[in-house]
């Protein structure tokens, strides 16, 4: 009879951990989840090591836009062991980008960046300053714009919407910055 009391007892923890368990994963993976901020390419947004909550709720089932901040998940362009990165939207699907002397245009119309460090923007290779995205794509750059501190897409190209992890909602650290993105 005792045995069957504790029996019952560990079944119901187990039961309970397994719940909390599967919660767990079911935010991380459908809902939101914080990442950190490494390296200098979201300068003066975003500084190295700022924790960061990211939605996921928007990729699914509604629309990223021009300016949103988003996760991005690209290992085989990044290098260097990084797997995620840290972007602004410039254009979505069907847009024309054009980088031509320091400025960005999105369909024939400069883009007002007072967010941006550095002088303007440049192409890296000239392969990606003058592109019309493919309808399931996004070009993303980052805020740090003097030359060499941002792989973006100057670089790698589009990013395939599928690629989206999730997109920036709110800073938790550093204290200092706390509030929404």
Same mark, same amino acid.
């Given at each position: +009879? @005792?045995?069957?009391?504790?029996?019952?007892?560990?079944?119901?923890? +187990?039961?309970? !951990?397994?719940?909390?368990?599967?919660?767990?994963?079911?935010?991380?993976?459908?809902?939101?989840?914080?990442?950190?901020?490494?390296?200098?390419? +979201?300068?003066?947004?975003?500084? $190295? #090591?700022?924790?960061?909550?990211?939605?996921?709720?928007?990729?699914?089932?509604?629309?990223?836009?021009?300016?949103?901040? =988003?996760?991005? @998940? *690209?290992?085989?362009?990044?290098?260097?062991? %990084?797997?995620?990165?840290?972007?602004? *939207? *410039?254009?979505?699907?069907?847009? @024309?980008?054009?980088? @031509?002397?320091?400025?960005?245009?999105?369909?024939?119309?400069?883009?007002?960046?007072?967010?941006?460090?550095?002088?303007?923007?440049?192409?890296? %290779?000239?392969?990606? &300053? &003058?592109?019309?995205? $493919? &309808?399931?794509?996004?070009?993303?750059?980052?805020? #740090?714009?003097? $030359?060499?501190?941002? %792989? &973006?897409?100057?670089?790698?190209?589009?990013?395939?919407?599928?690629?989206?992890?999730? %997109? =920036? *909602?709110?800073?938790?650290? $550093?204290?200092?910055?706390?509030?929404? !993105?």
């Amino acid at each position: +009879m @005792k045995n069957d009391k504790v029996l019952k007892e560990l079944l119901d923890w +187990m039961l309970h !951990i397994a719940l909390a368990v599967a919660f767990t994963f079911l935010i991380i993976n459908y809902v939101g989840q914080f990442t950190v901020v490494q390296g200098n390419s +979201m300068l003066p947004t975003l500084k $190295p #090591n700022s924790v960061l909550f990211m939605e996921k709720l928007t990729r699914r089932f509604g629309s990223l836009k021009q300016g949103d901040i =988003v996760v991005v @998940k *690209i290992p085989e362009l990044l290098g260097g062991g %990084k797997t995620y990165a840290v972007k602004r *939207i *410039i254009a979505t699907g069907g847009q @024309k980008v054009t980088i @031509k002397d320091g400025k960005v245009y999105v369909d024939g119309v400069e883009l007002s960046e007072e967010y941006i460090n550095g002088a303007g923007t440049f192409a890296e %290779k000239g392969m990606y &300053d &003058d592109i019309t995205l $493919p &309808d399931d794509c996004i070009y993303v750059l980052g805020d #740090n714009r003097y $030359p060499g501190a941002s %792989k &973006d897409s100057r670089t790698f190209g589009p990013v395939n919407l599928e690629r989206v992890e999730g %997109k =920036v *909602i709110f800073r938790i650290f $550093p204290l200092s910055e706390i509030g929404r !993105i």
